[in-house]
């Protein structure tokens, strides 16, 4: 095992894996509320249907500590049910390791986002490294996009890469996008807008210290 364990009431971020092995921009919430083992955790269901279909699932965990961020790998092994609750057992077959502030830490965020040639868009998160907005039409894998993000008072001038297109709701698609070869200061302005709406997070109890 890492040098960090997961605790009962830690509060967690998990993205499920898709299929071609990276993680999904869409975040859900939970919290832990039994520790069996070193290796082996339960949380409350990320949905409140189709429950069994979560089985097998391998999801990317996060857990925030001391304002530092660990990641970890977990497949959902079981359902488990006390009384009328439900709750996954989670099975860590990869050990939690310390991830770089820039990385960590995606913000689910509608702010306004502009691109060149394509129109006007809302992101719906936001990290150091990369964005997602909703799209009614579909983006190609590896397109380059120019893009003007508005954060609060900043209006930001990026370069992205498009790495992966999803469907998204009714009809709708989620573009993820990475940074390319971003200005330090540029980045910078997003690291602290994303720090500052952290501590909000933080103080409204949302996110564990």
């Known amino acids: 095992m890492g040098s960090f364990l997961i605790s009962l009431g830690d509060k967690v971020e998990l ?49 925030i500590h001391n304002k530092k961020a660990y990641a970890g790998t977990v497949r959902v ?8 609750l439900n709750f996954f ?6 050990d939690f390791k310390e991830l770089q502030r820039r990385d960590y830490y995606r913000l689910q ?9 394509r129109g006007r868009f809302k992101t719906y998160d936001i990290s150091g490294s990369g964005l997602a907005f909703i799209s009614d039409k579909k983006f190609e894998k590896d397109e380059t996009l120019t893009l003007t993000l508005h954060l609060s008072e900043h209006k930001l001038d990026i370069t992205g890469v498009v ?10 698609f989620l573009v993820s996008v990475c940074y390319k070869d971003i200005e330090k ?14 501590l909000i997070l933080l103080r409204k109890g949302l996110l564990q210290q």
């Not at 409140?48 to 965990?61: A, D, E, P, T």
């Not at 057992?89 to 990869?94: G, K």
Request: with cysteine; charged share 25%; proline share 3%.
């Open 109 to 117: 965020y509608n702010a306004d986002l502009e691109i060149e040639g």
């Open 89 to 94: 057992d989670l099975v860590l077959f990869e």
């Open 15 to 63: 993205r499920p894996q898709l299929p071609d092995g990276s993680y999904s921009s869409k975040i859900y919430y939970s919290m832990v509320q039994n520790v069996v083992s070193d290796h082996e955790f339960q949380i409350f269901p990320l949905t409140n249907y189709n429950l069994k279909g979560w089985i097998g699932r391998v999801l990317q965990v996060t857990v």
């Open 163 to 172: 790495v992966r297109c999803t469907d998204f709701m009714s009809e709708k």
């Open 185 to 198: 200061k540029v980045q910078n302005q997003i690291i602290r807008f994303l720090h500052k709406q952290q």
């Open 77 to 84: 092994e079981k359902i488990s049910r006390e009384g009328t």
